[in-house]
């Protein structure tokens, strides 16, 4: 697990613009590089910790594009279309496939409220880890959007803790198929909600944080 | 004379028109803020170009106004931080500060800045509140330059600065980069466009950004900052520029051509009052 202390990065408590946020990977970066794939999964959490203010071209540059990196991992493994596909190829800060699951932490109220709007207008989801341990994170608060069968199944798993496709759909039964119970968990996967790994030939999936704190 | 932005238009077409004949003659009694600016990105393309008229008409207003030659040197980078204010019992009212690189929009020197315009908006009549978000607009302008630099060296030759009065403030940010339309056509998106009025449109209006779709929000933070207020804009880049008038409610966009001028100038005005006049230096 990585912990970026971006108060100890940057010394300042307002982290504005893309530019600081492009420098804070750059020193990040080497640590990251070792998540390329096929290597294991890595948790990177964007401690927020003593930030008064930030803004959406700081989160983009960030978390967004740890996200989009992570995503772009998950694709190559699903062979989906990604999110970052109308990157620019020259661009030295253009989303490489990295095996990363970023979280943020220690939100302060400015801080969630930027995040939460960038969230919303793009759809996308967002974990704020609470409580963890060296290598897990135990306790996260869900931020952004997340539709609705996504949320039920995201609820499903925090409760069984992991599970397959199969189990999932055998423990809460709804009236689709197991391949739609599949589909669900990718797309969880893809958003780096839940983590996975293989055990004889299904997929095993498990939620990045232990549980979910609601509100 | 006093010189705004639109004179230095028209000067630049009357240089490259060699339509100016009697430099002698000429007075500079006062110049905005964003005419500067614009001012110092001429004189760059003329150094370039060696044209020496334009050169000796920058002289010419700079021996009346040597805060010219300050903001020379901040673009070319010749005085590394030859920072210059003019302030008021302490307080900055007028200042600018040049952009070599991204490193100088990072580095602690850069938040001072931004910390002095802040604090002289609030001692100008601004709540914390919309000073902040100015500032915070001001910053994502700035940013602007360095994420617009040149792609394979990230350097950038640019220059930013505000100026605050009673009630009144500007900042302007000038750089002798690409320009938006070229900028634009990394992002295979916005490959279409074909002159720099729309491609300013695009950026300002659109959002549109020379990464993805998850870029570009830099416009969407003045926009934010300046909802509800007196405010103009100028945008200009290339042969395009760019108007935006918010005194009468909605704001009015107003595309035009300016005489051809590269990298990007902006600049944005706003007062909590009625009066937008723009204050001469």
Redesign the interface.
Known sequence: MLIIEILRQ???N?V?????G??LISNARPQLLQSSPPSADQIVILDFLGIK?T???YL?ATF?WLL?CGELSASEQTMTRG??D???E??P?KPIPLNVFPLVAHLSRNVSQELDELLNG?KLPCLEAITWTKDRVISARLHGYLDEPLSRTFSNLIESGSGTATQLQAQYPEMITPNAWSNRLLELYRLRLIQRHKESREWIYQPVAKELING | MNLDARCIDNLREMVNERQINDLDTIQLDGITLNAILELVCCRWVWEKAKDHVGIRLFEKFAQQKPFLYDVWSQLTGDHVRSDNMVSNFGLVKLETRGIMN?ND??E?AW?LFEDRFRRSLIDSGFSSRLA?ALA?AF??MT?NV??HSE?NTRTANGVAGYFVCQQWMTFSVADVGRGVLKSLH????WRHLTNSKDALLAAVNEYAS??????G??F??VHKALAGLNGLLRFRSGDGVLHMDGRSGPINVHPGFSPQLIGLQLSITCTLDKNLDERLI
């Not at chain 1, 504005?16 to 600081?20: D, N, R, V």
């Not at chain 2, 990394?186 to 998106?189: E, I, L, M, S, T």
């Open positions: 940057h010394k300042r307002q504005l613009g893309a530019t600081l492009e420098a203010d803004n959406s071209s983009k967004v989009l999110l970052a109308d990157a620019d020259g661009d800060f793009r | 991204a929009i990072i602690p938040s902040q915070g910053h994502e940013d360095a994420q792609k990394d992002n295979p998106n020379r990464r993805g779709d998850f870029h929000d830099g969407k933070e």
